[in-house]
């Protein structure tokens, strides 16, 4: 059974800054391309980062400069920070696992739950 469960989220301020988490059961991260996506209410979903097996990382054009996407991989745990928040960054944020290097949803099997993301002004 793959479990991926996502934290960190909460509330922030325009400017400031969150890390959320991924841990994964019953698969090992470092073994799969990573992704980070996030869909607002009535909006699809979003790619926000991805991370290679390798380490490389490439990222969507409304985050590049201010996300980060990392491995932990003696915890087994995949990061993202956020900097620079802004309302526009306000979503559900997901955290999956996927046997390729896009920045298509449909392209990644396994999923998250989610954790909320909320910036305010």
């Known amino acids: 059974q793959v479990q991926l469960v996502e934290s960190g989220g909460g509330l922030a301020q325009t400017g400031g800054s969150l890390r959320l988490s991924c841990g994964g059961s019953a698969i090992t991260l470092s073994n799969y391309v990573m992704g980070w996506f996030r869909q607002a209410p009535g909006e699809e979903r979003e790619f926000v980062a991805g991370i290679w097996r390798g380490g490389a990382s490439y990222y969507g054009d409304s985050v590049q400069g201010r996300f980060t996407i990392s491995r932990e991989t003696a915890k087994n745990i995949i990061h993202l920070q956020m900097n620079s928040l802004k309302p526009e960054d306000t979503a559900v944020y997901y955290c999956?696992?996927?046997?390729?290097?896009?920045?298509?949803?449909?392209?990644?099997?396994?999923w998250g739950q989610g954790t909320q993301v909320t910036v305010s002004s």
């Open positions: 999956a696992a996927g046997p390729i290097s896009t920045r298509r949803a449909t392209d990644f099997p396994s």
